[in-house]
T-cell receptor, first 116, second 114 residues
């Protein structure tokens, strides 16, 4: 069965420090991978998605970047954190199935980031 | 509009039915989803419905889809305190949409009172 891991679970970082959040998926090959941020107000904002190794699409210009060095690894980074980067970061994976192209996204447990 | 819309709050008594409503944006959306998020956790897929269906039932959950009005609802029968969570509606848009792109509502906070 497929599982998705995120770490760390919680992170407190000072403003201006770098960031690296990691997401890994097990039990599937060539998944689509996603990074979302959930800030106060609960809405989910799609930050990045990737359809393959080294292929990253950015949805919103910002202080963050993403990389996919391996098929099942997705990394969210920043060189210098801002206060506004605080939030709950969720990684998700999906695969497309069948002629009907059914696709469901499955989410990881999330990383709570507090920038002080 | 461009946004998937949901009411922000719903309160029900334990044992009653809950109905969470959602209005989506794209009449050609192919799949519509309901996710549940408990405090401090990621999103858990509850159920989904394909756009050629009007209804889907799965144990205590019933999903109704009205394509004409672009309205989706989630009914939870015999609501329990463990159902208290935030429920997100999401649509996978059709023609011209980015592969795999889901659009989420802001979530409905369901509170179940004993």
């Amino acid at each position: 069965s497929q599982t998705i891991h995120q770490w760390p679970a919680t992170l407190v970082q000072p403003v201006g420090s770098p960031l690296s959040l990691e997401c890994t998926v097990e039990g599937t090959s060539n998944p689509n991978l996603y990074w979302y941020r959930q800030a106060a107000g609960r809405g989910l904002q799609l930050l990045f998605y990737s359809v393959g190794i080294g292929q990253i699409s950015s949805e919103v210009p910002q202080n963050l970047s993403a990389s996919r060095p391996q098929d099942r690894q997705f990394i969210l980074s920043s060189k210098k954190l801002l206060l506004s980067d605080s939030g709950f970061y969720l990684c998700a994976w999906s695969v497309i199935l069948g002629q009907a192209k059914q696709e469901t996204q499955y989410f990881g447990p999330g990383t709570r980031l507090l920038v002080l | 509009g461009e946004d998937v819309e949901q009411s922000l709050f719903l309160s029900v008594r334990e044992g009653d039915s809950s109905v969470i409503n959602c209005t989506y944006t794209d009449s050609s959306s192919t799949y519509l989803y309901w996710y549940k998020q408990e405090p401090g956790a990621g999103l858990q897929l509850l159920t989904y419905i394909f756009s050629n269906m009007d209804m889907k039932q799965d144990q205590r959950l019933t999903v109704l889809l009205n394509k004409k009005d672009k309205h989706l609802s989630l009914r939870i029968a015999d609501t329990q305190t463990g159902d208290s969570a935030i429920y997100f509606c999401a649509e996978r848009r059709g023609r011209g949409s980015t592969l795999g792109r889901l659009y989420f509502g802001r979530g409905t906070q369901l509170t179940v009172w004993p």
